[in-house]
């Protein structure tokens, strides 16, 4: 009796145990991240992003269908972290599904998903010996209060073998869902302007730029002409932007110009210049010679950027290490573009321990110039550099495309990691400190607060390419089929300088997968079925013989 009573006892205590457990639990929910990168843990930029979401967010995900491991594990990784959005916020909710199950309407919904910029992406799937192609939709819509974004979940990267391209695309997930969140749910507040008079390019080829940065801020043209006739209403119009930039000026500016631009930079107004102090693009060698005489450029801003910390030097970077130019082989009908080797555009390496250049692409340069810092009290971060085989050489000097048929030689190139972009912070000094100012203002300053600048030695980093009028995706050239960092690293660069930098941040997350080895997967694939399949046959075969051996044995007597 006592030792029933005792079960019971037993008995009520693990179901109050239990009941307790379930109520503990549906009040209280955590998550742990045991992965060494954190892969799994949403940084508190991103959850920002979805911090004021406060109706239905919804996203749907077209990763869906019979993938390769690869693909799968892009699948799987595009879930958990979707999830762990969901779990910060219940508003936001997810769907996968696969576009291109319906077979019968297979090619009407493939027209109208590229007509929606959803380009479909061809993966080859490898099995027992034989190569096949399939199409996926590596994309996801995002909506929200009417409003709805295209989300790409591949980072596409020319040459970049499966593993590598699910990879990158996976450590670029968290960046890519918070960017969108942003645009649907962040309204833009910071105004930029984009300098015009000088000589600058045209939109057509800053067009890419552009509308990626009109998806988070205000952009407006900006010309600085008006300062020949009102220079003061001028510096007080330009001073309502939070940014400046200036893409490849070509004519000389004028001391009130610049006066005016000096007291932009005093009162804080943020800049990003793309300038070089040569004269010379691609563009010049079009022609039956094919050679072209690269020549000094004088904008007028020497004494601009000396005073702030920086000197554009008039000579022409020559690197080994640097992007192919298309030149047509041949003569008449049977000329091809091949790409070869052109030393005139390097491949900048990029600063590994700064937010606007970690994880970037090579960012890729034209006949750019070189960039010497030189000491006062502004803080300066070279941002980019050439390779260690590079060199620089004067002006002027004629470039033909003949270059492209000579050996280098190796031992020439002694001048390593020459500066081609180089970040400014802290206070400057005004350009007219102790000199006559070109027009007076009430307010003038010799100092100004803290305030930052970006300087580029050329001009061409923003420059996309434009074929049949229509401009292309910046960073990517058509005939070569490569794409390099332009784009993403001029974009940091101008989050950074707006100290909008919480997408910055994410970018610099690392995360590091392993992949299993497809050959040899393929080699010792039968190998490991038996060994997985037939192994534990035996082992479970041989236990119970041993084990009815020892039964039998036992109680025989």
């Known amino acids: 009796m006592l030792k029933t009573k005792k079960n019971i006892i037993t008995i009520a205590i693990v179901l109050v145990a239990i009941i307790a457990a379930n109520v503990i639990s549906s009040k209280v929910y ?36 019979d993938f390769p491991t690869e693909f799968r594990r892009l699948r799987d990784e595009t879930q958990q972290l979707l999830e762990e959005f969901t779990v910060y916020n219940s508003n936001v909710n997810f769907e996968f599904m696969n576009p291109l199950a319906d077979e019968k309407n297979r090619n009407q919904i493939l027209q109208q998903l590229t007509q929606r910029g959803l380009q479909p992406f061809q993966i080859n799937i490898k099995e027992s010996g034989k190569t096949s192609q399939e199409l996926i939709i590596p994309w996801a819509l995002a909506s929200y209060n009417e409003q709805t974004v295209i989300i790409p979940l591949i980072k596409n990267k020319i040459g970049a073998t499966d593993q590598e391209l699910v990879n990158g695309s996976i450590q670029n997930l968290e960046y890519a869902f918070a960017e969108a969140f942003k645009k649907l749910v962040t309204p833009k507040q910071k105004k930029i302007a984009i300098l015009r008079g000088n000589g600058q390019l045209k939109d057509i080829y800053v067009a890419d730029f552009l509308k990626r940065l009109g998806e988070h801020y205000f952009l407006a043209p900006f010309t600085l002409d008006s300062v020949a006739s009102n220079p003061k209403k001028t510096l007080q119009d330009i001073r309502n932007y939070d940014l400046i930039v200036s893409a490849k000026p070509s004519e000389a500016f004028s001391e009130e110009e610049k006066y005016v631009l000096d007291q932009y930079t005093m009162n804080g107004g943020k800049s990003l210049w793309l300038t070089e ?19 000094m450029k004088d904008l007028n801003l020497n004494d601009f950027f000396f ?10 970077v020559n690197d080994l290490y640097s992007a192919p130019i298309p030149l047509a082989i041949g003569e008449g009908n049977n000329a091809q573009f091949q790409p070869v080797q052109w030393p005139y555009s390097p491949l900048a390496a990029s600063n590994p321990n ?20 030189l000491k006062n009290t502004i803080d300066k971060t070279i941002l980019l550099r050439s390779s260690q085989l590079s060199k620089t050489q004067g002006v002027p000097r004629e470039i033909s495309l003949d270059v492209v048929t000579q050996e280098p030689n190796p031992e020439e190139y002694k001048e390593p990691n020459q500066t081609l972009a180089v970040l400014l912070e802290g206070e400057f000094s005004s350009v007219y400190d102790k000199r006559i100012k070109p027009f007076k203002v009430s307010d003038d300053k010799t100092k100004s607060i803290a ?14 390419e434009v074929i049949k009028n229509r401009p292309q995706e910046l960073g ?3 005939l070569t089929k490569r794409k390099f960092g332009n784009k993403e690293f001029l ?20 995360v590091k997968l392993a992949f299993l080895d497809s050959e040899k997967i393929e080699d010792q694939k039968s ?17 119970g013989f041993a084990f009815k051996y020892f039964r039998r044995k036992r109680y025989s007597k």
């Open 30 to 65: 955590k998550r742990f991240d045991l992965t060494k990168d954190k892969r799994y843990t949403l940084s508190n930029e991103a959850l920002q992003t979805i911090e004021d979401v406060d109706s239905p967010l919804i996203i749907d995900v077209f990763l869906e269908g």
């Open 527 to 543: 190998k490991w079925q038996i060994v997985n399949i037939a192994l534990p046959l035996v082992i479970l075969g041989l236990f």
């Open 491 to 510: 974009e940091n660069a101008v989050n950074y300088l707006l100290n909008d930098d919480g997408l910055i941040n994410i970018r610099t997350k690392e």
């Open 354 to 373: 700064h937010p606007i250049t970690t994880n970037l692409d090579p960012v890729k340069f034209d006949f750019t110039s070189q960039i010497d810092t």
């Open 307 to 316: 005073k702030y910390g920086v000197r554009i030097n008039p000579v022409i």
């Open 277 to 295: 102090s040569i004269v010379m693009d691609r563009d010049s060698l079009n022609n039956r010679a094919g050679t072209a005489v690269a020549i």
């Open 476 to 478: 990517f050239e058509f």
């Open 451 to 464: 305030t930052k600048m970006i300087v580029i030695a050329d001009g061409d980093v923003i420059k996309n």
